[in-house]
């Protein structure tokens, strides 16, 4: 391609972004060279001798030598681009370089090599060389079909490669074990999946020459829980083991692992099980380990025992003292390695307890680890064993190194055998575990450049306290790839000391150290980010995992050892690194907080320090404020991306000098010159513009670099640069501040528990915002790095996560402000930071002299605010880069102005608090306890007597003061101002204010309205009558909306609402006292629903009017003897049950009826007890103020009686019907709840006494008992009727000729009963109220529709609101029809008018919510509580047919009461139209519901029976069947003998005419002759249809069955006669007759009764009325036919 620069119009526009500069070196000759190119670079990637870039448009180019391309003749120019044309079609987003290899990766996810191959590193197994781009299969075996893995970054080495798949997992191909495989067989040639990463979050790769990183994200809390193995899974062998010993128990977790380790070299012999290792490389003279291996403790296996230790971290002198090293004390003071260790000295005399530990680990030496020993093919891999990482607030974050520390197997081994070697063992042990405390909870301290070391202040106490620490912040905990050995150390610390028999060997001293009281740990680092961030934000919990060759330390695991499978290392996991790189031998990770860590080859200096050993992760030394965000690594030297002075980025260069492009030799580096001791600043890049990305390889540097248009880029790099500055800072404060002074024992103390809470939430905001912070400057950052675009900057996108992080943070500040926390916190503050607090001064940014220490902490933790300002101004000034009429520029304006305007409000939430602080110090001391609460803000109060009482007494002096939940009223006596005697507190929900007009009075009043009090405060004018009004209804506004808490507070409403809901608890209020009302409230009243709960468990829940309960509730009010609670559901009116309602008592009864004054009153059911308890029973009739009263029906179930009459007070008084289920029956009168006076008694035989009563079936005076035969008694009879009677009288013997004495003689029933027109007055009387009326017919015909259509309207409401009372779709279209009023209640009425009148009266009906409905409803459930069970009595026939016939004419009234204009009972209705149509169509409507037309005559049984018949039909038939059972059997047994003849013999035998006799009949559609044999085919269709009047309900519908059976008979017999026949009755009965035997009529007498008694009266002489005389007839002609 042309790689020369174009015309000076593309030149600008092409060199605006991404433009390439290459160099070599850091000489201050260098200068870097343009790499010329028509597009933009994104990316590039460097190898020794080559380079791969990748522009804008997908396109690949590669630079420098290519040995592998045949064609490449040798190029004048190396740095000359050559287009990758095998990609040409592809999209490539991503490219990666090798010592001699590439890679790049397309938009789909796959993968192309090419370069050397000879080690497999490309991928494919045929060629050495691969001279173009070849696609590379990353294919997934372990599905089926293998399907492929789309990978998201490719990372090469010298002689492998490794791809990140889009599940996170690492894949991995060439050879060598920096692949990670579990193979032995190289080169891998196609991709394999690292096993060891699987199920693990890997976030980036990076290759060395032969070494591999991973960062890896760490496992959320829950995932690390998972149980921990408890054998290895390399060697199989145990992790634990337990010896129980006499008195006391040894676990030691001391395993060790030899297979995490390859052979150094190829030709090296294995190590046999009595040879030491090689330990030259460990006693270098940076490592103080030398000084205590003096000589070794003797057994059969010295030096591995020894070596073992050593990597333990420890190791054992020969006087057998424990002594204990670890790179904490190596590395915390940087330089000065050769330190001794602190907490243990070397001591010489050879002690007898010295001897037995001596013993002893000789002992373990021999046991416990032989085995390993024996299998070890090396010894030296630093076994990590499986943990969870613990981050306590301690722990992470120090600038510094993380020691390693410590393992526990000493501990074991000192705490088992301390009963055997006495108190100075123990003592030792205590120093030991106190040593390990301080490195614990303060590892590094003083390893940062330029910060002292040491921590002030006594260290926690002993191991008991760890385990304390360890249970509190488990929430804090992290995972790690095999653990944390710090947390693994104190929980084997906690659990040793746990187990029975070893506290007794820990000193006293310990325990009780361990004893004291401390601060509860928070954590300061957040577990999982911020849960609504979620994938939005880079995560900072990360690990970084290295494996590969090690021997120049490049692995960082502290030794040099290589590593054949991943492994973490895990003085990193705190570190939030979020990226590594890696160089050919040395190693590189970038924090968040913009340090370096580096590690490996410092051959030219280029890990940019100093110190050593190499092999662990050490801090770049910097200069202050030099923040890293980009970072290269090369094959010696490395490349830093640093923030600078100003916004544009400078870079640093470490590691060797490169010369005319020829490399020092090693002679020359002695010199010093071509080494960097620390990395120096590269003079040329401000020439470059605003490099986004720096990446290194072989000898040569790549910067990438953009030149800012419109000072868009520049804007950009700005906002990415404050938020690092912004992060680093807040880290800052968290490490020398926080952490410092919660480690303070004497914290607690000072602040007391309610300020230790505070701070407690006080910390966990600022970690949450300090996260959220880091996480966001990562975004930026790495947004720089790519796409460097605003669009998908997460602070436009998803502002809230911000304002809502801020608006907490400044809630916890403010609060603990308030509660005078900065106050208390001054004192250990100043034990801490001494009298000059420079570095609180620094931080909290202020130049004031002498300020005090609380408003120096005050203004630190306010300092965040101030970035939200630094949000809007960075917002508003990339918003200038584009055109105000455009999409961003809108965008960018919007998300400026969400955090002006937070900035703004927390502002006035900070002078709140503070103003709310000072108010606290100058209040009275008495109320102040109970009035100050952290979120309370004082708003403005009256001292100055602006405010006063109305009405207050001379001598006492009120105060007013507003808060921003409570408006407080405190009261004094004049001589003692300060001394308030009572305070009330009125909360400000609850609270409603209105202005008192001033035209009359001339007072500036505002009167305070509260739930219990009403009062009138005066103001001293009318300005300040305004303020107090305004702030009031403000301060509600912002209770009830809870803008107080978020929100800017801009456009307040002039007043809150008059109706409002809130929670109040009642303090004077006698029925609701202490009770506490939940729901809404109007004008300080609660109206509408709402919920009251009172102390005692009484619960109310419904709705309240003007402040009492009104409409439907529930309430449940406890029992006080039984433990069940009493419940009532239904209507209230003006606080008192009133209404239809259901209470179920604690006993168990049921009530469901009506109430009034809390009493049952009205009509009700009560149920007692159940079936199988002591005294079920029934009841259901009327009620007046709770006792039974009126007519009702008791029925008693243990007795199987059942009571029909009327009661008082709850007793029978009198007339009555009892029946019991023997058969007896009694009507007369009862007294006291007995019979006694006149009554009837008839047994089941017919044996009837008529007479006087004293008790319950006890006969006592005058009477006639009349045997079943005829005979009776006359005269005076005494006893229980069934024990023996006594008589005094005459016994008569009718004559068997006197019939008429007979006649006399016999019972008439019903006479002593309750009239039927009185029974149940009370259940119409319910009905006449809902309608309006004070009494049945009296009322307004307009109000009665009105309360109607309000009834249905409610009631529908009501049912919407419960959905477990919902109706089904029919019911809620007939409620929406039913409440429309219709029309045609007035005027008069025509057919028309009747049929409509009828179809809604159905509606009605069948309706429970309209009044008539819920009549009907009663009616039913009352007729059947009356007549089923015992009531099925044949004697209550008569009873059972005059109450229907008196439901039907009181109903008649009440319709006749809605329609006013239905002629009465009997009148007629006026001929319909003469248009024939009209008639034909009012016909139809009517045959359909009202079969015979009653000769337009008005009946309430044509109106209403259709109705009310089906519901009440079951028991009413079954008393006409037992009525009429034995003249049913006659007939019965008559049908089924004459039904076994044949037709014509039947036919015959009834002397039906022969002319009448069919001659064929229909069978399937045929005709067939009718012979002698023909049966049940004659007249067949007119037998089917009368079997249909048992199917029917009402007569009406009973007589047109019989009315078409007689047009089926017609029908057929005129099929053979002539046209114009008349039947004669004496021709008709006997065919008829034969129909009726033919259709089988089960009960016909009962059907034939029900008929008569139920008949239209109208009907009885027209057509019907005949026909049904004749099926009478014929059912009597059956009874008597066997006699004829």
Request: with cysteine; glycine share 10%.
């Amino acid at each position: 391609m042309e790689s020369q620069r174009k015309s000076s119009g593309e030149e600008d526009n092409s060199g605006e972004r991404g433009s390439l500069h290459t160099w070599k070196g850091y000489s201050y000759s260098v200068t870097p060279e343009r790499v010329l190119l028509s597009r933009p670079v994104l990316q590039a990637a460097l190898g020794t001798r080559h380079g791969v870039l990748l522009v804008e448009g997908g396109q690949v180019y590669s630079f420098g030598e290519f040995p592998w391309k045949q064609s490449q003749v040798s190029e004048v120019d190396p740095l000359k681009p050559v287009l990758e044309s095998a990609l040409s079609g592809q999209r490539v987003v991503a490219v990666a370089a090798g010592s001699f290899h590439s890679g790049a990766l397309t938009e789909d996810g796959g993968v192309h090599m090419w370069g050397e191959n000879s080690f497999g590193q490309c991928g494919l197994s045929s060629l050495t060389v691969v001279p173009n781009p070849t696609p590379v299969a990353v294919m997934d075996p372990d599905t089926s079909p293998p399907h492929t893995i789309r990978v998201l970054e490719l990372a090469c080495g010298e002689q492998h490669s490794l791809a990140l798949s889009a599940q996170h997992e690492v894949w991995a191909w060439g050879s060598g074990c920096q692949l990670g495989l579990v193979t032995t067989i190289f080169p891998v040639w196609k991709p394999l999946k690292v096993e060891h990463l699987v199920g693990r979050h890997v976030l980036q790769v990076a290759c060395g020459a032969f070494h591999s990183l991973a960062l890896v994200r760490c496992l959320p809390p829950q995932e690390s829980r998972r149980p921990i193995p408890d054998k290895c899974g390399q060697c199989n062998q145990l992790l634990y083991t337990m010896t129980d010993k006499e008195d006391h128990v040894i676990i030691s977790d001391s395993h060790y692992c030899p297979l995490g380790v390859e052979l150094l070299a190829e030709g090296e012999a294995r190590l046999g099980p009595g040879r030491s290792p090689p330990l030259g490389l460990l006693s270098s003279p940076s490592e103080p380990l030398s000084s205590h291996t003096s000589a070794p403790a003797p057994g059969p296996h010295p030096s591995i025992t020894e070596h073992t230790y050593y990597e333990r971290g420890r190791t054992v002198a020969q006087n057998g003292e424990v002594l204990t090293t670890t790179d904490a004390d190596i590395s915390a003071s940087g330089t000065d390695s050769d330190r001794g260790v602190g907490g243990a000295g070397s001591r010489n005399s050879p002690d007898p307890d010295d001897q037995a530990v001596k013993e002893y680990l000789k002992k373990l030496s021999d046991t416990s680890l032989a085995e390993e020993t024996a299998k070890m093919t090396i010894a030296g891999a630093s076994f990590q064993p499986p943990a969870d990482s613990l981050d306590l607030l301690t722990s992470d974050l120090i600038p510094g190194v993380m020691p390693v520390t410590t393992s526990s197997a000493l501990n074991n081994l000192v705490s088992s055998c301390a009963s055997a070697v006495g108190e100075r063992v123990v003592s030792t042990y205590e120093a030991l575990s106190l040593k390990k405390m301080i490195n614990y909870y303060y590892p590094g301290v003083g390893g940062v450049a330029g910060v002292p070391g040491g921590v002030p202040g006594g260290f926690p106490g002993g191991p008991a306290e760890v385990r304390v620490r360890l249970e509190e912040s488990m929430q804090g905990k992290k995972s790690c790839s095999t653990g944390d050995i710090r947390e693994e150390e104190a929980e084997g610390l906690s659990r040793r000391l746990s187990l029975p028999g070893l506290l007794s060997q820990v000193s006293p001293r310990l325990l009780r150290r361990a004893s004291r009281p401390r601060v509860q740990a928070v954590p300061l680092t957040l577990v999982g980010g911020l849960p609504e961030a979620g994938e939005l934000l880079p995560s900072l919990q990360t690990e970084v995992w290295s494996w590969g060759r090690g021997e120049e330390g490049q692995l960082g695991h502290g030794d040099n050892l290589p590593r054949l499978q991943p492994l973490c290392i895990k003085c990193l996991s705190s570190k939030e690194v979020v990226l590594v790189a890696a160089g050919a031998h040395h190693s590189l990770a970038l924090t968040a907080q913009s340090q370096v860590f580096s590690w490996g080859s410092n051959s030219s200096g280029q890990l940019g320090h100093m110190a050593s050993p190499t092999t662990i992760p050490r801090l770049a030394k910097l200069s202050e404020g030099i923040r890293v965000w980009d970072v290269g690594a090369g094959a010696q030297h490395t490349l830093l991306l640093a923030d600078g002075d100003c916004y544009q980025p400078i870079l640093y260069y470490s590691g060797q000098q490169v010369r005319g492009g020829v490399q020092d030799t090693p002679q020359d580096q002695t010199e010093g010159y071509s080494y960097t001791q620390q990395p120096v600043l590269l003079p040329f890049c401000m020439n470059l513009g605003y490099v986004s990305g720096v990446f290194a390889g072989g000898q040569s540097c790549v910067a990438l670099a953009d030149r800012t248009v419109m000072g868009f880029i520049a804007s950009l790099h700005e906002l990415a640069t404050a938020e690092r500055k912004f992060y680093c800072k807040l880290s800052s404060v968290k490490n020398h501040i926080l952490r410092p002074l919660l480690d303070l024992e004497s914290l607690s103390t000072a602040l007391g528990p309610a300020s230790t809470v505070l701070l407690r939430s006080l910390v966990r905001c600022y970690s949450r915002l300090c996260h959220l912070t880091g996480q966001h400057s990562a975004s930026l950052t790495a947004n720089l790095r790519r796409r460097r675009e605003f669009k998908s900057l997460v602070m436009l996108e998803h502002a809230s996560i911000f304002l809502d992080t801020y608006n907490e943070y400044c809630c916890s500040v403010g609060n603990f402000l308030v509660m005078g926390g900065f106050q208390a916190l001054a004192k250990p503050s100043l034990e801490f930071f001494g009298k000059c607090p420079e570095l609180l001064q620094r931080l909290a940014e202020s130049s004031e002299e002498n300020i005090p220490l609380s408003d120096l902490l005050v203004t630190l933790f306010y300092l965040p605010m101030r970035h939200l300002h630094e949000y809007g101004r960075l917002l508003l000034k990339l918003g200038t880069c584009f055109e105000v009429s455009s999409v961003d520029y809108q965008k960018l304006q919007d998300g400026c102005s969400k955090f002006e305007a937070l900035a703004l409000h927390l502002k006035r939430r900070r002078k709140e608090a503070e103003y709310t602080y000072h108010f606290w110090k100058s209040f009275p001391g008495k109320m102040t306890d109970s009035l100050r609460n952290p979120r309370r803000r004082l708003i403005c109060e009256s001292s100055n007597k602006a405010l006063t009482l109305q009405n207050s007494g001379r001598f006492s002096v009120n105060w007013f003061i507003l808060f921003n939940d409570a408006l407080v009223h405190a009261q004094g006596v004049v001589p003692y101002k300060s001394l308030f005697s009572t305070h009330h507190v009125f909360p400000l929900a609850t609270l409603w204010v209105e202005p008192i007009p001033e035209e009359n009075t001339g007072l500036h009043g505002l009167k305070l309205i509260s739930p219990e009090e009403t009062f009138t405060l005066l103001a001293c004018s009318s300005m300040e009558k305004a303020k107090w009004l305004r702030s009031i209804n403000q301060a509600v506004d912002q209770a009830m909306t809870g803008a107080g808490q978020s929100g800017s507070g801009a456009g307040q409403r002039a007043e809150p609402p008059i109706s409002r809901t809130a929670s109040y608890t009642f303090y004077k209020d006698s029925r609701l006292k202490e009770a506490t009302y939940e729901g809404r409230w109007l004008a300080g009243k609660p109206n509408g629903r709402g919920m009251v709960k009172w102390l005692d468990g009484r619960l109310y829940t419904g709705t309240f009017k003007n402040g009492l309960e009104d409409g439907f509730g529930d309430y449940v009010m406890p029992s006080k003897t039984l433990n069940l609670n009493d419940h009532y559901q239904g209507h209230w009116k003006e606080g008192k049950m009133h209404g239809i309602g259901t209470y179920k008592y604690a006993t168990g009864e049921l009530y469901e009826g009506s109430f009034q004054d809390n009493m049952r009153h009205g009509h009700g059911m009560l149920r007692s007890g159940t079936l199988n308890s002591s005294s079920p029973s029934v009841f259901i009739g009327q009620w007046v103020h709770d006792k039974k009263t009126g007519y009702g029906v008791f029925d008693d179930i243990t007795r199987g009686e059942k009571y029909m009459g009327m009661w008082q007070d709850d007793q029978r008084q009198g007339t009555g019907v009892i029946v019991t289920q023997f058969g007896l029956y009694y009507e007369g009168a009862f007294n006291n709840n007995k019979m006694q006076g006149t009554g009837v008694l008839l047994s089941e035989d017919n044996t009837t006494y008529e007479g006087e009563f004293s008790e319950d079936w006890t006969l006592n005076g005058k009477g006639v008992l009349t045997m079943p035969n005829g005979d009776y008694f006359e005269g005076s009879f005494t006893g229980e009727w069934g024990s023996g009677l006594k008589v005094t009288g005459s016994f008569f013997k009718p004559n068997l000729y006197d019939s008429d004495g007979d006649k006399g003689r016999a019972v008439k029933l019903g006479r002593l009963a309750v009239p039927s027109e009185e029974k149940w007055r009370v259940v119409f009387e319910e009905c006449w109220m809902r309608l309006g009326c004070e009494a049945p017919g009296q009322g307004e015909n307009q109000r009665a529709w009105e309360n109607i259509a309000v009834a249905l309207t409610t009631s529908r409401r009501q049912h919407r609101d419960s959905p477990e009372m919902n109706l089904s779709r029919t019911q809620n279209r007939m409620l929406e029809s039913l409440e429309f009023i219709p029309q045609q209640h007035v005027g008069p009425v025509t057919m028309e008018k009747y049929d409509s009148i009828r179809r809604y009266l159905i509606k009605a009906c069948d309706m429970p919510l309209h009044p008539l409905g819920r009549l009907l409803e009663t009616l039913v459930a009352v007729y059947r509580m009356t007549y089923v069970g015992v009531g099925a009595n044949r004697r209550l026939l008569l009873q059972a047919v005059n109450e229907i016939m008196s439901y039907l004419a009181r109903i008649f009234q009440l319709v006749r009461f809605l329609f006013p204009d239905l002629p009465e009972e009997g009148g007629a209705i006026p001929e319909p139209s003469s248009n024939p149509q009209d008639k034909k169509d009012s016909n139809c409507a009517d045959t359909q519901l009202e079969s015979p037309k009653p000769g337009r005559v008005v009946s309430s049984s044509a109106l209403l029976l259709p109705v009310l018949l089906p519901r009440l039909y079951p028991p009413l038939f079954t008393l006409y069947a037992l009525e009429k059972e034995k003249e049913d059997d006659v007939y019965w047994e008559c049908v089924l003998r004459l039904n076994k003849q044949p037709d014509v013999a039947l036919l015959a035998f009834l002397g039906v005419q022969h002319k009448f006799w069919p001659v064929s009949v229909p069978v399937l559609g045929e005709k067939t002759e009718v012979v002698s044999s023909t049966k049940d085919a004659c007249f067949a269709s007119a037998t089917e249809t009368l079997q249909q009047i048992s199917t029917t309900f009402t007569p009406s519908d009973k007589l047109q069955v019989i009315q078409l059976t007689f047009e089926e008979i017609t029908k057929e017999v005129m099929s053979s006669l002539e046209d114009n026949f008349l039947w004669s009755m004496d021709d008709l009965f006997p065919v008829f007759l034969y129909v009726v035997l033919r259709a089988r009529i089960r009960n016909l007498g009962s059907e034939v009764s029900l008929i008569e008694d139920l008949m239209d009266p109208c009907v009885q002489h027209g057509e019907h009325g005949i026909m049904f005389t004749t099926l009478k007839a014929c059912y009597y002609q059956i009874q008597h036919e066997k006699t004829t």
